[in-house]
């Protein structure tokens, strides 16, 4: 099965548990070193290519980013005891984005909750300067089942995505 069929799965077995959304990202830059945090899914692009995550514009995260693009995202799922490990490049799209970019910050702001949206002191009539959505590109999945046979695959785009199995 491939990655984006085993991640939806995923997801839907596990959309009563908020926590499901969590990721955790790992970022590096010079200044800041290696750090990792949790943040939240904010969904797909339509191919499934992409993922995004919003965040403020003044933060370790975004100024790391800005410097190193890469990152690696982890994400558990403990009632299917899955992993995903994501290695991503992200682009940070802010209030100065143009064309399809400003689209998808627009886009990902109307799908926030009130109470997200508040944690960015909005007034009423523009999206917030500070807001910040982050597009990761995903470039490799490396997929982790612990089943009764514990189980690991690696997917890259070079192969199509297709499968590799590797031994645990
Ligand atoms: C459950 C949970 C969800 C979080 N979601 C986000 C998020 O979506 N975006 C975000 O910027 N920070 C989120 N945070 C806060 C970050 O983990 C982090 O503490 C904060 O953004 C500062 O990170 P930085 O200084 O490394 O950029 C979340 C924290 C928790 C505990």
């Not at 969904?43 to 800005?66: A, I, M, P, W």
Request: proline fraction near 4%; charged fraction near 25%; include cysteine.
């Amino acid at each position: 099965m491939i990655w984006k069929q085993r991640l939806a799965r995923s997801l839907h077995l596990s959309r009563s548990k908020p926590e499901s959304r969590y990721m955790q990202l790992a970022t590096y830059c010079e200044v800041n070193g290696v750090q990792n945090r949790t943040v939240v899914f904010r969904g797909f692009n339509h191919s499934g290519t992409q993922l995004y995550f919003v965040s403020e514009k003044d933060c370790d995260k975004v100024r790391s980013l800005y410097c190193h693009p890469q990152a690696e995202i982890a994400w558990y799922f403990a009632k299917t005891r899955e992993q995903f490990r994501l290695a991503v490049d992200c682009s940070i799209i802010g209030e100065d984005a143009l064309a399809e970019e400003a689209n998808c910050r627009q886009r990902v702001w109307d799908r926030l909750s009130a109470s997200a949206r508040n944690s960015f002191r909005p007034n009423h009539d523009e999206i917030p300067a500070n807001f910040i959505v982050s597009i990761c590109t995903i470039k490799q999945v490396d997929y982790l089942h612990l089943g009764q046979i514990h189980e690991r695959y690696l997917y890259q785009p070079s192969t199509s995505w297709k499968e590799q199995q590797i031994p645990v």
